[in-house]
C-alpha cells in the first residue's frame, strides 16, 4: 500500500444521517480506499443529520480523488465540499511583514517616519556600518533564485517557484530567527543575475542562492561572492555538504571508521555533488569517485569542459578508474546519491564493502529504496522525512546565517562550514547515536544554536 502523506491531505466536509453507524460506514470506505484518517470535526448537529469535516491523508493527486470517489458513493451520505489542504495552506502565500513599534499616534509617526527617521538617515550616511543595528539589513537575508533547478520539478521558472522560496523564508524565521525574503529573477543569464543581486544588495545582510541549476550556479555564487561585502551562500551546494559530512561524522563513530580510510562515491556530479566531494576533501577524505552523466569523472575526459568540472575530475578518482555507477559501487564504503531516482540496483549495494553506509538522498524518489539498502547497508540515510536519517539541509542555513548576521562576517569559509557540521553532529551523543539516529531531529531547537555559536567562533 502506497504511503500517505500530509502533503497530499483533503478535508472532506460531510453531510450524514445523525444515526449510529452512520459515520462508521464513512471511515470503512476511507480505509478500503487506503485513506488514512486524521482530524475529525462536528461542524453541526440537528436531529436529523450532522455535519463533520474529515481530514484524509492520501499518497498522491490521484489517491486524493479515489478517496473522494468512494465516500460519494456511500448511500445517504452527502460530500457537501473538498478542500484541499495544502493548498489552502498557500492561499496569500505564506509570509506578510509586520511592524516592530505601534504607531497610534503623532509622536510615533515623528520617531518612526518623518522628521525622526532623518537622522538615523544622516547616521548610516556618515557611518555605512550601522545600517546593521539601525535598519533590517542587519537581520535580513534575500532568497534568490531563477527557478532552473527546483528540487523534483526542475526548471519551473521563478513563479512557479514562489512557493519553495517563501518556504524557505519561513524555515530561515522559524529555526533561526532570521527575516528573509523571496527574491525570484525572470532571467537565467548569468550576467543578469549577478548585476540585479548586486544592485538590491544593500538591503541585506546576506544572500542565499536556492534553485539555480549548474553550471551556472557556480558562476553566480563566486561572481556574487567577489563583489560584495556580505556572505554568499548558495544552500543547494554547501547547506547539502555540511548536513551530509556532519552526518558521516557521526556514522563513522557508530562504524568506527575514519574518514581518510574511506572509499566514497557519489553519484551527481552538478551542485550539490561538486560541494561534497569538496567539503569531503577538505574534512580529511582521499578516495572520493564522482559519477556524472556519462559515467565516472576522469581527468583526462574531454567532456569537462566547465572549469569547475574540471577541477572536480582532478581531484577525485585518485586511483583513475573509469566506467559506470556500478563499477564504482565494488568494494566502496559510502554511496551518496544526489542525482536520480532508482539508479542503483540491490547488486550494486551488495557490492559494497561490510558496514556500508548508504546516503540516497534524490527526492523525493531516492537512488535506491531505503528498504532495499537496509539488506546490505549497515546506515541508510535518505532526503525524506518519512524515513530514519534526514538529511536535511534546515539543520544548517538557518544557524549559519544566525552566525553569520551576528557576527557580521563578509565570506563563508571552508572553516566556517567544517565548524558547522561538527556542532550539528555534537548535538548528539554518543549514548543517541543508532543506526537509525545519525543525525538530530530538524526540530531540534539546539541545532541552529549551536551551528550559529560554531560559525562565530571561527576567526
Known amino acids: ?91 496569500g502565500g505564506k509570509l506578510e511583514i509586520r511592524s516592530k513599534h505601534p504607531l497610534v499616534n503623532h509622536d510615533d509617526l515623528s520617531m518612526l517616519y518623518t522628521p525622526g527617521v532623518a537622522r538615523i538617515c544622516k547616521r548610516i550616511y556618515e557611518n555605512p556600518e550601522s545600517a546593521r543595528r539601525l535598519t533590517i539589513k542587519g537581520n535580513s537575508v534575500a532568497v534568490v533564485t531563477d527557478g532552473t533547478a527546483v528540487l523534483g520539478l526542475g526548471d519551473i521558472g521563478p513563479l512557479a517557484a514562489m512557493p519553495v522560496m517563501e518556504g524557505k523564508a519561513i524555515l530561515f524565521k522559524e529555526f533561526g530567527n532570521v527575516d528573509a525574503y523571496p527574491i525570484c529573477l525572470d532571467t537565467k543569464n548569468v550576467d543578469e543575475i549577478v548585476e540585479t543581486v548586486a544592485r538590491l544588495s544593500p538591503g541585506f545582510g546576506g544572500i542565499n542562492l536556492e534553485d539555480i541549476s549548474a553550471p551556472r550556479c557556480f558562476d553566480v555564487e563566486e561572481r556574487l561572492a567577489e563583489r560584495l561585502d556580505i556572505p554568499v551562500f548558495h544552500d543547494d551546494q554547501h547547506g547539502t555538504a555540511i548536513v551530509l559530512l556532519a552526518a558521516i561524522t557521526n556514522a563513522l563513530k557508530i562504524v568506527k571508521r575514519d574518514l581518510s580510510d574511506l572509499r566514497i562515491v557519489i553519484a551527481g556530479a552538478g551542485a550539490a555533488g561538486t560541494a561534497i566531494a569538496e567539503l569531503l576533501l577538505y574534512a580529511g577524505a582521499t578516495d572520493i569517485v564522482v559519477i556524472g552523466r556519462n559515467g565516472i569523472l576522469h581527468p583526462d575526459d574531454e567532456r569537462n569542459a566547465h572549469p569547475k568540472r574540471l577541477k572536480l575530475a582532478e581531484e577525485t578518482n585518485p586511483r583513475r578508474i573509469r566506467g559506470s555507477l556500478d563499477d564504482a559501487m565494488k568494494g566502496a564504503d559510502v554511496f551518496i546519491g544526489v542525482s536520480a531516482p532508482n539508479i542503483v540496483g540491490e547488486e550494486a549495494i551488495a557490492s559494497m564493502r561490510p558496514d556500508a553506509m548508504v546516503f540516497a538522498m534524490a527526492n523525493p524518489i531516492p537512488e535506491v529504496a531505503p528498504e532495499i539498502a537496509e539488506r546490505h547497508a549497515r546506515i541508510v540515510a535518505t532526503g525524506r522525512s518519512d524515513y530514519p536519517n534526514q538529511i536535511n539541509n534546515v539543520l544548517c542555513f538557518p544557524g549559519l546565517f544566525r552566525g553569520l548576521l551576528d557576527s557580521g562576517t563578509k565570506r563563508v569559509t571552508n572553516e566556517m562550514k567544517l565548524a558547522a557540521a561538527r556542532a550539528i553532529a555534537g548535538i548528539l551523543s554518543d549514548d543517541e547515536l543508532t543506526d537509525d539516529c545519525i543525525v538530530p531531529s530538524v526540530f531540534d531547537k539546539r541545532v541552529a544554536l549551536a551551528v550559529a555559536s560554531a560559525v562565530m567562533a571561527v576567526p
Open 1 to 91: 500500500m502506497a504511503i500517505t502523506s500530509p502533503s497530499y491531505s483533503v478535508t472532506l466536509r460531510v453531510k450524514l444521517p445523525n444515526e449510529p453507524g452512520k459515520f462508521a460506514l464513512v471511515a470503512e470506505a476511507i480505509g478500503n480506499a487506503g485513506g488514512n484518517l486524521g482530524a475529525i470535526n462536528l461542524v453541526s448537529s440537528a436531529r436529523t443529520h450532522k455535519v463533520r469535516d474529515i481530514v484524509v491523508f492520501a499518497a498522491n493527486e490521484d489517491h486524493e480523488a479515489a478517496v473522494v470517489k468512494a465516500v460519494e458513493a456511500l448511500t445517504d451520505i452527502d460530500v457537501l465540499q473538498v478542500s484541499d489542504r495544502t493548498t489552502d495552506a498557500h492561499i
